[in-house]
């Protein structure tokens, strides 16, 4: 049920991606306490992004999931922030975060909603 999606406008290879995509599953199932086996993750490498006006490293993350607590955002921002500083090398303060909290019936999976 969570959704995690990383546009960046920094270059990978094919294998870095698919490594960092398997990174961040972990990262994410253990930030929000939900099982892997739910976590859909995309990262998007190379995607033309200003911010500021420049073309410095920079990213768009989108974090959505069922129960998502705003309560708990700016914690999870700081968390995000730091892997995605750690892994593509984008300052933080280069960073925008989308929080979606997903109502059970409008979320599918497998022929059916949650």
Known sequence: MP???I???QAR???STRALMKKASAFIAGLLGKPESYVMV????E???TF???DDPA???RLKSIGLSGNRCAVF???ICDFVHRELDVPSDRIFIDFEDIERSMFGWNGNTF
């Open 52 to 54: 500021g006006g420049t």
């Open 47 to 49: 995607t033309p992004i």
């Open 77 to 79: 921002s700081e968390k």
């Open 42 to 45: 995309s990262i998007k490498p």
């Open 3 to 5: 959704y995690f999606c």
């Open 7 to 9: 546009d960046t406008n």
């Open 59 to 61: 990213a768009f993350v």
């Open 13 to 15: 290879d094919d294998g």
